[in-house]
């Protein structure tokens, strides 16, 4: 049962039951999650959305130390809420790091200063699994104990088929070489209908899950994410959650669940307006009321801002990401504020003390490292 000081007979008719489920801890069905999504005030929302965040984590607001490694922008595809990604025959503004490039990006690190390395880019013609499989054993070789989570399942779906392999024996090859665990990116918004829209030529949202359900069973922890707060109306939104609560039920390999905010920088879709502050809220929100199945909410500060982070962790959120390092351009390069995202460890833990929550370092499975 949920801690939450609610007058039941107060709340509207209609909601009154789902939230009975709610603070009894029974889990909602669909229907029932669409209709407190669009229909109950912020403040009933946001107040089971932190009674289960405290129920769940309590005071612990979870981060690492890490980077980003973005071997290219380079993309075959051509989503249009992208703003990063250019096409092989445009050089302004494209980048190709080699192995040795980015092998010097880990190793001008102490072994103490980060403990994972986040590879996620554009999906290169010429950048294969042989090309990714040296670059994990090169850094391995160099910090073997260094946490690998790398390439969206929509990288994945593209290494794979181009060499001719099913997705176990890729991802085995993988996690052969040292790759610890995938992201949750490229996950979008699953319906058909609005997956058309605005990512059409990428893996479909059958084999992004399909891609996950074999990580997990291989034993490759991954985290899921979605993309909100542009053309996708509530229900997809649902729809999109309820597909990765089902996964996670039989699977128990997603970490982490992150809504990742539409911005409206420099890309096909610019003419969309950024959804309010009160939206992102209720986002996090349904997401922490919804999966009872998967332990975190990950805020992702480069992405959604220091200040709205910090407010989120009222809001059902429980990890902020990590010290990145301004290692990323996905997010500068689609016109967020902080346009070299970086946060000390001193940084990172006083933003979360501010807001009287307790920062954990953590590594890249949960296991606390430190109480700060
Ligand atoms: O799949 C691209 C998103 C994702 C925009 O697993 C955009 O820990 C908003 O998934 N506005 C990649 N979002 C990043 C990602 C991620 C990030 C941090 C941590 C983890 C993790 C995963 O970024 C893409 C897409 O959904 N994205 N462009 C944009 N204009
Ligand atoms: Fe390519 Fe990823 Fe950008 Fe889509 S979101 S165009 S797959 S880099």
């Not at 909601?15 to 801890?25: D, L």
């Not at 979008?188 to 829209?197: L, N, Q």
Request: net charge positive; proline share 3%.
């Amino acid at each position: 049962m949920l801690d939450v000081n609610i007058n039941i007979s107060k709340i509207d008719k209609s909601i009154q039951e789902i939230v009975n489920k709610i603070i009894q801890e029974t889990r909602i069905n669909n229907n029932e999650a669409l209709k407190i999504f669009t229909q109950a005030p912020n403040s009933l929302l946001f107040l089971l959305a932190n009674a289960r965040r405290e129920k769940l984590n309590g005071n612990n607001t979870f981060f690492n130390k890490n980077i980003h490694i973005e071997p290219t922008n380079i993309c075959v595809f051509d989503c249009k809420f992208c703003s990063y990604s250019r096409l092989l025959k445009e050089k302004s503004q494209s980048w190709e790091y080699s192995l040795d490039e980015m092998v010097n990006m880990v190793e001008k690190y102490n072994i103490d200063e980060i403990t994972e390395v986040h590879i996620v880019g554009g999906v290169h013609p010429k950048m294969g699994l042989k090309y990714f499989i040296e670059l994990i054993k090169r850094i391995k070789d160099i910090r073997p104990n260094i946490h690998i989570k790398a390439f969206t399942a929509v990288e994945l779906e593209y290494m794979c088929r181009k060499a001719k392999v099913t997705y176990k024996k890729g991802l085995k090859m993988l996690k052969e070489a040292g790759q610890n665990s995938l992201p949750g990116g490229g996950a979008e918004i699953f319906a058909k209908e609005i997956r058309d829209i605005i990512c059409k030529d990428k893996c479909t949202s059958k084999q992004w899950l399909e891609i996950h359900r074999t990580a997990h069973e291989i034993g490759m922890q991954s985290n899921a994410t979605i993309l909100y707060g542009h053309i996708e109306k509530p229900r997809h939104i649902i729809d999109h959650m309820s597909r990765i609560r089902d996964l996670q039920d039989i699977t128990n390999g997603f970490n982490a669940f992150i809504p990742l905010k539409y911005r409206n920088g420099n890309n096909q879709m610019s003419h969309l307006k950024e959804v309010s502050i009160i939206d992102d809220i209720r986002m996090y929100s349904i997401a922490r009321i919804f999966f009872d199945n998967i332990k975190h909410i990950k805020a992702y500060w480069p992405m959604i801002g220091k200040e709205t982070t910090q407010s989120l962790l009222s809001f059902g959120v429980d990890d902020i990401d990590g010290t990145i390092d301004d290692s990323t351009k996905i997010y500068s390069m689609a016109g967020v504020e902080d346009q070299n995202p970086t946060m000390s460890t001193s940084e990172i833990t006083s933003l979360i003390k501010k807001v009287k929550r307790i920062p954990i370092e953590r590594d890249s499975i949960y296991n606390q490292l430190k109480v700060h």
